[in-house]
């Protein structure tokens, strides 16, 4: 079966600090891959996604980017956090013939 | 570009009372999408519609996608308190990605 894992599951980085959030998927090939962000309290708002190694669409301009560098690894990162990218980070995965998107347990990112 | 409105935002109930969140679109969908997320969690599938007035049921939970596709319904019989959390519909868009209503937060009283 397939699974989803991300790390770390919170963080705490002062603003100005770089970020790396990881998300590994398990037991499948090939995956759509996507990163969201969700406020508290809110919807959920698709940051990148991604249909292969080192593809990556971005849908929100910000400071974050993203990187797929193996098929299933995907990565969000920033070089300089914001105190307004504090947030519920969420990595989904979906396979590549199917719409729906299995989320991983997610990250709470604080920026202080 | 597509829009999407859920509602209502909040909904309190008490313990064995009926609930119901709508989605609606502003243009016709292929299919459409619901997710759970319990406080705390991540978002869950739930199931997908794609046929014009297809109803699915998963025990409590009945889901209805309108005849002109697009809107769709989650009803929950007699909530229980496992219900709680946030009910989301999502709509497809550009081939493999979803765009998510705000969410309904389901909000029961024991």
């Known amino acids: 079966s397939q699974t989803i894992h991300q790390w770390p599951a919170t963080l705490v980085q002062p603003v100005g600090s770089p970020l790396s959030l990881e998300c590994t998927v398990e037991g499948t090939s090939n995956p759509n891959l996507y990163w969201y962000r969700q406020a508290a309290g809110r919807g959920l708002q698709l940051l990148f996604y991604s249909v292969g190694i080192g593809q990556i669409s971005s849908e929100v301009p910000q400071n974050l980017s993203a990187s797929r560098p193996q098929d299933r690894q995907f990565i969000l990162g920033s070089k300089k956090l914001l105190l307004s990218d504090s947030g519920f980070y969420l990595c989904?995965?979906?396979?590549?013939?199917?719409?729906?998107?299995?989320f991983g347990p997610g990250t709470r990112l604080t920026v202080t | 570009g597509q829009q999407v409105m859920q509602i209502p935002q909040y909904q309190h109930v008490q313990e064995g009372e009926d609930f119901t969140t709508y989605c609606n679109s502003s243009t016709t969908l292929s299919n459409i999408q619901w997710y759970k997320q319990r406080p705390g969690g991540h978002p869950v599938f739930l199931i997908q519609?794609?046929?014009?007035?297809e109803v699915k049921k998963q025990k409590r939970l009945t889901f209805q996608f309108g005849e002109a596709k697009k809107n769709s319904s989650l009803h929950i019989t007699a909530t229980q308190t496992t219900d709680v959390g946030t009910y989301f519909c999502?709509?497809?868009?550009?081939?493999?990605?979803?765009?998510f209503g705000g969410g309904t937060r389901l909000m029961v009283k024991p």
């Open positions: 999502a709509l497809p868009h550009a081939g493999n990605m979803l765009t």
């Open positions: 519609l794609v046929k014009s007035g």
């Open positions: 989904a995965w979906s396979p590549t013939d199917r719409v729906e998107q299995y």
